[in-house]
């Protein structure tokens, strides 16, 4: 069935470091790829998403890239800051499947 | 746009007792809504997906009877945890997508259930 495998946590960076979370997907049709961000508390909210081959998700400094070939997602930003800290999950769906299969999710915590 | 808000965000309840949770889309229709269940550290497991006019289809292993799911308007999906225990006490979040955009959802913020 369709799954998700990201890179177990918990991750601890300084500040400005560079941050990658890889992320690994197995797909049955044509998914659309996703990567969540949970601040301590609260709900999921949208950080990037992808919905073909070679596309880019980009927001707040953080991309990943679809990749096909490599069935992966890997999730990056070039200068972490402490408001960063979070649980990211990568996610995918398939279309009209109704679905949504997540990573187990990873932690990050920056440290000033 | 795409927000989903949940009611309430918090609860205490009592062994026994049931507690309704409320899932609302605010500025658009939801055909679906989808019920998940977050432990401690974990990652999401989905319990039901939730279809406006119609029953509810849970996920292997959830007790229909037990968490009720009611999905009465295009807007607006419960869930009721009856008998509580403190074993369901858990992070219980919703989602929904928009009509004709099925491959993408909108979550709640989660409402924490303590059930002592």
């Known amino acids: 069935g369709d799954s998700v495998t990201q890179m177990e946590g918990p991750v601890t960076l300084s500040e400005e470091a560079f941050l990658t979370i890889n992320c690994t997907y197995t797909?049955?049709?044509?998914?659309?790829l996703f990567w969540y961000v949970q601040y301590p508390g609260e709900g999921l909210q949208l950080l990037l998403k992808a919905t073909k081959a070679d596309d880019k998700g980009s927001n707040k400094g953080f991309e990943a890239t679809y990749r096909k070939e490599t069935t992966s997602f890997h999730l990056e930003k070039g200068s972490v800051q402490v408001s960063d800290s979070a649980v990211y999950f990568c996610?995918?769906?398939?279309?009209?499947?109704?679905?949504?299969?997540f990573g187990a999710g990873t932690r990050l915590t920056v440290k000033p | 746009g795409a927000v989903v808000s949940q009611h309430p965000s918090w609860v205490i309840c009592k062994s026994g007792t049931s507690v309704k949770i409320e899932c609302r889309s605010l500025d658009f229709q939801a055909t679906t809504m989808f019920w998940y269940r977050q432990f401690p550290k974990q990652s999401l497991m989905l319990m039901a997906t939730s279809n406006e006019g119609s029953k509810a289809t849970y996920e292997q292993g959830v007790e229909k009877d037990k968490f009720l799911i009611n999905h009465a308007s295009l807007t607006l999906s419960t869930l009721t945890v009856t008998s509580a225990h403190p074993e369901d006490s858990s992070f219980y979040i919703c989602?929904?997508?928009?009509?004709?955009?099925?491959?993408?959802?909108?979550f709640g913020p989660g409402t924490r259930l303590t059930v002592t």
């Open positions: 996610a995918l769906s398939v279309p009209n499947n109704n679905d949504m299969r």
């Open positions: 797909a049955t049709g044509y998914p659309s």
């Open positions: 989602s929904a997508h928009l009509a004709g955009i099925t491959y993408e959802q909108y």
